[in-house]
């Protein structure tokens, strides 16, 4: 574009100084346009604030007035509430129905028996005839004797005595020398797995009784084989196939306990010298606030939450005299939680004493598990597992327990643990296998490579009988369920 004479010097002046002229012209283009949007913008927010506290102004008014009717809002809430009761209850009789296959009481004990039972479970009936009572107690020891085949070894069991041999069998296992386990071929001569007849007898002699057992103690007693054939035939089914120890998943089991036996006095790492909670450490620093004068301490104190080991009770089937009857057991310790020491208990009470635990690990007292939220729907169950196996099938052990129709909750798995010693030795530095001294028998196993001594503990939950009253509602047919109580 062509610029005439007459104009260049405007131009180039306006060029020149065009960033002072556009700084000076354009405040007064820009300041009315923000001005006006300001004062739009506060508009809208003073038109939807006013909207605003008029409704609130009423909610205040609703509120505010006394015995208002809303009778319509009392109908739902009530029906919803109803849905959500029926929903629970149904989900709780589908987990109760889904245990079925695990709550088979052993033919053995015979079709009058197995009858009375379902009478039991139908709420026809609260108690076992003392006939009934007897064959249980003289039929069980056949029961137990049958738990080593479940699990695909030999039965060792004795009665504890210093005279008695072990169960009806030897221990199947050939007495190889030192050094001729590291040959397979030589392994084929031990069985595939080996459970330790120290072990053995320690569960044997629970259920050894002088004196007529409780219909309670015969349903809990019940309970726990349930829950001993669940992992016997879970070991089984990983041994599957194996011909041999060479070639076995899992070749020794040194402990398998459940129930009181397997409850932990200090779970979760909760003893001395373990990793404590934040909420553990702050609880132990915080001081206590002290009662006034006359008074009582302040409602929202928090009590310090104890972090060292729980004091274990007594049990009439598990203390220093396993085959002692219950009229001898006297009252409980002091229950979880409590600050005294609890009431004397019955003996049925005090067959629940630590046979349980709550979703935290805590052993459950007797007291408490009447009382306790976490016990309402599934009794949990803990277990001991220590075994020996191949440490590539750690994975799959904990998989196959994991994929159990019944909950089986693994919580802690240590590996090569000591055996209660108070070193950290580990399970390969024998050169005879896995027999330590420590394992109650005398036959050597085989020494692989890869294996390990796995320790799991965890726990299995258990249905309990359906029971509307416990969530609220009235209680209906469903509390006539059997099931341990």
């Not at 849905?83 to 009481?105: A, C, G, H, N, Y």
């Not at 003996?347 to 007291?367: C, K």
């Not at 009794?379 to 590539?392: A, G, S």
Request: aromatic share 6%; hydrophobic share 40%.
């Amino acid at each position: 574009m062509q610029i005439p004479d007459s104009a260049r010097p405007y131009v180039e002046g306006f060029v020149r100084y065009h960033f002072w002229i556009l700084a000076a012209v354009v405040p007064f283009l820009l300041l009315p346009m923000v001005f006006a949007a300001n004062g739009g913008l506060r508009q809208q927010i003073l038109t939807q604030k006013a909207s605003i506290d008029s409704h609130v102004a009423a909610l205040k008014g609703i509120q505010a007035e006394a015995n208002h009717p809303n009778d319509a809002w009392v109908v739902e809430v009530d029906r919803r509430t109803a849905d959500v009761r029926k929903e629970i209850l149904d989900q709780w009789r589908t987990f109760w129905m889904s245990q079925q296959p695990l709550r088979v009481w052993p033919q053995e004990l015979g079709p009058d028996f197995l009858a009375t039972i379902q009478s039991l479970e139908d709420g026809k009936q609260d108690r076992l005839p003392a006939n009934l009572l007897q064959r249980y107690q003289n039929t069980v020891p056949e029961i137990v004797r049958m738990l080593p085949a479940r699990m695909g070894c030999t039965e060792l069991m004795t009665d504890g005595s210093e005279d008695s041999a072990p169960g009806r069998g030897t221990s199947g296992d050939r007495r190889g020398r030192a050094d001729d386990t590291e040959s397979p071929e030589a392994s084929l001569a031990h069985e595939p797995l080996v459970w330790q007849s120290d072990d053995q007898t320690r569960l044997f002699t629970t259920f050894l009784w002088q004196r007529e057992p409780s219909t309670v103690q015969v349903r809990l007693a019940q309970e726990e084989l349930w829950v001993y054939g669940l992992f016997c035939d879970t070991i089984k089914s990983i041994n599957a196939g194996a011909t041999g120890a060479f070639n076995a998943t899992i070749t020794s089991v040194e402990e398998l306990s459940v129930g009181h036996p397997a409850a932990e006095e200090s779970p979760g790492g909760r003893g001395g010298g373990r990793i404590l909670w934040k909420v553990d450490l702050e609880s132990l620093a915080a001081p206590a606030a002290a009662p006034e004068e006359g008074g009582v301490a302040p409602a929202d104190t928090a009590p310090a939450i104890a972090t060292g080991p729980l004091t274990r009770p007594s049990h009439p089937r598990f203390d220093a005299s396993a085959n002692s009857g219950l009229e001898d057991t006297g009252p409980t310790g002091t229950a979880i939680g409590e600050a005294g020491a609890a009431p004397p208990l019955s003996p049925d009470d005090l067959l629940h004493e630590w046979i349980y635990v709550d979703f935290d690990g805590l052993p459950l007292s007797a007291a408490a598990l009447k009382t306790t939220s976490d016990a309402t729907m599934v009794h949990l169950m803990p277990f001991t597992l220590r075994v020996v196996m191949d440490q590539t099938k750690i994975d799959r052990l904990i998989q196959d327990l994991a994929a159990n129709a019944v909950p089986i909750d693994v919580r802690q798995v240590r590996i090569n643990p000591s055996r209660d010693r108070g070193d950290a030795s580990s399970v390969l530095g024998s050169s005879a296998g896995f027999d330590d001294g420590t394992s109650g028998d005398s036959s050597s196993r085989p020494r692989r490579p890869y294996d390990v001594r796995v320790e799991l503990r965890g726990t299995v939950g258990l249905a309990t009988p359906p029971n509307e009253a416990a969530i609220g509602g009235e209680p209906g047919a469903e509390n006539g369920l059997g099931g341990p109580s």
